[in-house]
């Protein structure tokens, strides 16, 4: 009686042990949320050269990253407009899981709806997680024009290249048309990224049978094993 009892537990977490490993894992797809993205404005011809408006940013889903008048480094070469309301309409860079979404103003002050940064400008984004493939589609608001929307997953086009884990966007690329907004009009760019998932393991060839079914066979077996040892000992007092 004492040996059984003592067996007993071992018994218990070797079921529970088992359990553990039969119980199926699944992984979460996987995207930008929740990872380090490093973003980059940069236009020599502005002034505005390597590391001098520079963020480091963790995406999250609210809020947005970068904006203007935030307090980052690209926050503070970002224009803001106002709508016909007279509120604030600025520009901002809002990751998300598989993408990045980018209002960009037409500020220039010759009134041509060029972003108004010289020949060069870009926005540079590295650090992308390794399961970026590459760039899915791109939307853009119907003001924007000389910029194209035609993904090529992965390579460049006109206005935007990917390479490996970075994202580079053509500034001076874009024309944004009017839109009602004063005193610059505002575009959206939405770049969609090609992920690639994780998938779950395949399942065993014979299914297993579930966690319960399993601890009642144990216990189940260890209630024969203690009749089997009830009946050992009633023989044995008994000869």
């Given at each position: 009686m004492?040996?059984?009892?003592?067996?007993?537990?071992?018994?218990?977490v070797?079921?529970?042990?088992?359990?553990g490993?039969?119980v199926?894992?699944?992984?979460?797809?996987?995207?930008?949320?929740?990872?380090?993205?490093?973003?980059?404005?940069?236009?020599?011809?502005?002034?505005?050269?390597?590391?001098?408006?520079?963020?480091?940013?963790?995406v999250?889903?609210?809020?947005?990253?970068?904006?203007?008048?935030?307090?980052?480094?690209?926050?503070?070469?970002?224009y803001?407009?106002?709508d016909?309301s007279?509120?604030?309409?600025?520009e901002?860079?809002?990751?998300?899981?598989?993408?990045?979404?980018?209002?960009?103003a037409?500020?220039d002050?010759?009134g041509?709806?060029?972003?108004?940064?010289s020949s060069?400008?870009e926005?540079?984004?590295?650090?992308?997680?390794p399961?970026?493939?590459?760039?899915?589609s791109?939307s853009?608001?119907?003001?924007?024009?000389?910029?194209p929307?035609?993904?090529?997953?992965?390579?460049?086009?006109?206005?935007?290249?990917?390479?490996?884990?970075?994202?580079?966007?053509?500034?001076?690329q874009?024309?944004?048309?009017?839109?009602?907004?004063?005193?610059?009009?505002?575009?959206?760019v939405?770049?969609?990224?090609?992920?690639q998932?994780?998938?779950?393991?395949?399942?065993?060839?014979?299914?297993?049978?579930?966690?319960?079914?399993?601890?009642?066979?144990?216990?189940?077996?260890?209630?024969?094993g203690?009749?089997?040892?009830?009946?050992?000992?009633?023989?044995?007092?008994?000869?």
């Open positions: 004492t040996r059984f009892t003592l067996r007993l537990p071992s018994i218990l070797a079921i529970v042990t088992a359990m490993f039969l199926p894992t699944h992984q979460a797809q996987a995207g930008l949320i929740g990872t380090n993205v490093n973003a980059e404005l940069l236009s020599t011809l502005d002034g505005i050269n390597a590391g001098d408006a520079e963020d480091t940013v963790t999250a889903n609210p809020p947005i990253e970068i904006q203007a008048g935030d307090g980052t480094n690209i926050g503070a070469w970002m803001t407009s106002t016909a007279n509120n604030a309409v600025p901002y860079i809002d990751f998300f899981d598989t993408g990045v979404t980018l209002r960009i037409g500020a002050p010759s041509s709806g060029m972003t108004g940064y060069g400008a926005y540079v984004f590295s650090g992308l997680d399961s970026i493939l590459g760039i899915d791109i853009l608001s119907s003001n924007i024009s000389n910029f929307n035609v993904a090529q997953a992965p390579g460049c086009t006109a206005g935007i290249c990917f390479d490996s884990s970075t994202l580079t966007v053509f500034l001076d874009m024309i944004i048309g009017p839109d009602g907004n004063l005193p610059a009009p505002m575009g959206l939405t770049i969609n990224f090609t992920t998932g994780i998938t779950p393991p395949p399942p065993p060839p014979n299914p297993a049978p579930e966690p319960m079914t399993l601890l009642l066979f144990g216990i189940g077996l260890a209630g024969l203690l009749v089997r040892q009830r009946r050992i000992q009633w023989r044995l007092a008994r000869a």
